[in-house]
């Protein structure tokens, strides 16, 4: 509004003012004209000097309404002849011609005066100066004013009646389409929609894309949300599955760990009742059988213990944190030289290296590994077991290096089966499930473990994580 | 007489044996009670049922508590143990085979005083009932009686 409001108003106003100079121009062409006939026609009067013929041509120009007063000059300047409309008798201040100006105006005080000098056969004879009213001018310029005042009001009236139909057709639907493109993204609510335009114009086809637009985006999400709750059931599922089966293993191993082992302490215990009560009348023959009843017995025992801290190994939950290596495998070394002090172990432990991973779990695998690694070394005098860290190119790796009895590398692949072992129970005790359970624990930190030896010179086991 | 009383709660009868050889072979004369099930137990110690003429006040001074046992378990025992006034203050050694977590975990939880797995090499079954009869036979001082 306001902008068509000033744009009317500029058009009118430069019209107005377009008009006025033309005006202007024709008024001062008409006075011209008139001074020209005037003047022409007082020639004689002025080469005569007959005055009061020179007047009679003046008064001639009082048909002229708007002439206020006229008076010719002689060559010298004095006046020579004059009329006023009013008689008054009074003369205009007159501009000054200019030499070889025939004709000068001056616009003052709501009047304009033109000056000609009056040429008689190409010589100056008089000046003849005319004074105007520009009552016409002020007139047209008020009519004029008065016009534009009118068309500018009327036009906007109409406006003013017209921009709320043209509001509610066009710029309401896109307000409103605005708004709802607002709110759907502030809220994230696909649900709302645009109401349909009436007409069949443009702006119902851009309603109508949008709504179609919106319909897509909730159907979107209706699908997105159907399969994350799919998904989410069927992780549910599974770790309930999961958790059955992990509850089932755990009733199995107490089952096993407390079931398995009342009959095995019959066994021993009576086994030992009868070579304790009734030596006399066992030779030694029968009292060896008894005495391997016992063993037997005492073997399967640990083999269940072993049994069962493997398969709690694989179920424990597993807790990541930042922890000391070294210090891990020097409180177990400690453990060790406390246990046998008699023993004659060199240990050479690299200081401050840290890994992340279960400190239990990895404080059970050292100590199969350096429990390996000291009774392996049992045979010898002395001994020497290293921990660090062996860095070839690139991958870091841990190892625990002993000089005992070691292995035979043809073997290598059966090292870390479960119950397999390269010696005999005579040569070292154990059931051969250490490497496996260390395996297994290297293996759930995403490592790997394997092993370098030669029979009496050692082995060196090297393990990732 | 009754104050030097070892209750063995144990249902199976060759680790009752067994445990009876141990005490014998470590020369520990105290005289044993055994009850074969939970509930037999608790009708000991609160002098009910069969035991209904024993005079509760007076507690045993060890009792050899096994966990698996039927009709009323080891630990559900410990727990009614604890809960009574009269046998809150009995020396509980829980020995039993099963040495998983839980189990450590509920007996200390319930009070037990002591926890012991038994070995199945038998000697040094024989060792671990010395030692537990050195200890709570003859070191550990006993509560007091009589006090509510």
Same mark, same amino acid.
């Given at each position: 509004m306001l902008v068509s409001g000033a744009a009317l108003l500029l058009a009118c106003a430069s019209f107005i003012a377009y008009d006025l100079v033309s005006f202007r121009q024709a008024t001062i062409y008409n006075l011209s004209i008139q001074a020209q006939i005037a003047g022409s026609n007082a020639v004689s009067a002025l080469l005569f000097d007959d005055q009061s013929s020179a007047e009679k041509t003046l008064s #001639?120009?009082?048909?002229?309404?708007?002439?206020?007063s006229a008076g010719i000059l002689a060559l010298d300047g004095k006046p020579f002849a004059a009329y006023s409309r009013d008689n008054s008798g009074r003369t205009p201040e007159l501009p000054r011609l200019a030499t070889g100006q025939s004709e000068t105006y001056r616009f003052s005080g709501g009047t304009v005066v033109l000056v000609r000098s009056i040429v008689f056969q190409g010589k100056s004879t008089g000046t003849i100066y005319i004074q105007s009213g520009l009552e016409a001018l002020y007139s047209r310029l008020r009519l004029y004013a008065g016009i534009s005042a009118i068309v500018l009001a009327v036009s906007l009236l109409v406006a003013l009646l017209i921009s709320p139909i043209f509001q509610r057709e066009i710029a309401g639907p896109i307000v409103q389409l605005a708004e709802i493109a607002q709110l759907v993204s502030r809220d994230?609510?696909?649900?709302v929609r645009a109401a349909p335009a009436d007409s069949c114009d443009e702006v119902s086809v851009l309603v109508g894309a949008f709504n179609g637009m919106l319909s897509q985006i909730q159907e979107r999400e209706r699908a997105l949300q159907k399969a994350h709750d799919e998904l989410e059931q069927r992780v549910q599922e599974r770790t309930t599955e999961l958790d059955n089966t992990n509850k089932e293993l755990e009733a199995f191993s107490y089952s096993v760990s407390h079931d398995l082992r009342a009959p095995l302490r019959a066994i021993d215990g009576f086994s030992q009742a009868l070579l304790e009560d009734y030596s006399e009348k066992l030779d030694s023959s029968g009292q060896d059988h008894l005495q391997r009843v016992r063993l037997a017995a005492q073997r399967m025992s640990s083999l269940i213990d072993d049994l069962l801290n493997l398969s709690r190994v694989t179920r424990s939950e597993m807790r990541r944190e930042k922890l000391d290596l070294s210090a891990v495998v020097r409180s177990i070394a400690e453990e060790l030289q406390r246990g046998t002090p008699s023993r004659k172990v060199t240990f050479v432990i690299a200081d401050g290296l840290k890994v992340e991973g279960d400190s239990r779990l990895l404080r059970v695998a050292i100590e199969n590994l350096l429990g390996n690694a000291w009774k392996y070394t049992s045979s010898h005098d002395s001994a020497r077991i290293e921990f660090g860290l062996h860095q070839p190119n690139g991958r870091p790796a841990y190892f625990i290096r002993d000089d005992?009895?070691?292995?035979?590398p043809l073997y290598s692949?059966?090292?870390?089966? #479960?119950?397999?072992?390269?010696?005999?129970m005579a040569e070292f005790p154990g059931t051969g499930i250490g490497l496996a359970t260390v395996q297994r624990i290297i293996r759930r930190h995403g490592g790997d473990i394997w092993a370098e030896g030669a029979v009496e010179k050692g082995a060196t086991f090297y393990f990732t994580l | 007489m009754d104050d030097n009383v070892i209750l063995l709660v144990e249902d199976n009868p060759d680790d009752e044996a067994l445990t009876l050889r141990a005490l014998k072979k470590n020369n520990i004369v105290n005289q044993v009670v055994v009850a074969r099930d939970g509930s037999e137990a608790l009708d000991y110690m609160f002098g009910?049922?069969?035991?209904?003429?024993?005079? #509760?006040?007076?507690?045993?001074?060890v009792i050899l508590l096994d966990?698996?046992?039927?009709?009323?378990d080891g630990l559900e025992v410990l727990r009614q143990l604890r809960s009574d006034q009269r046998t809150k203050l009995a020396p509980v050694v829980i020995l039993t085979s099963s040495n998983e977590e839980q189990d450590r975990f509920k007996g200390y939880d319930l009070g037990a005083n002591s926890y012991v797995r038994k070995p199945v090499d038998f000697n040094q079954f024989i060792e671990a009932v010395r030692q537990l009869g050195l200890y709570w036979l003859v070191f550990n001082e006993r509560p007091p009686v009589g006090r509510r």
């Open positions: #001639a120009l009082q048909v002229s309404p708007n002439i206020i994230k609510n696909y649900s005992g009895a070691g292995f035979d692949n059966r090292l870390f089966g #479960a119950f397999q072992r390269l010696h005999s | 009910r049922g069969n035991y209904s003429d024993r005079d #509760a006040s007076r507690l045993p001074q966990l698996k046992l039927p009709k009323i």
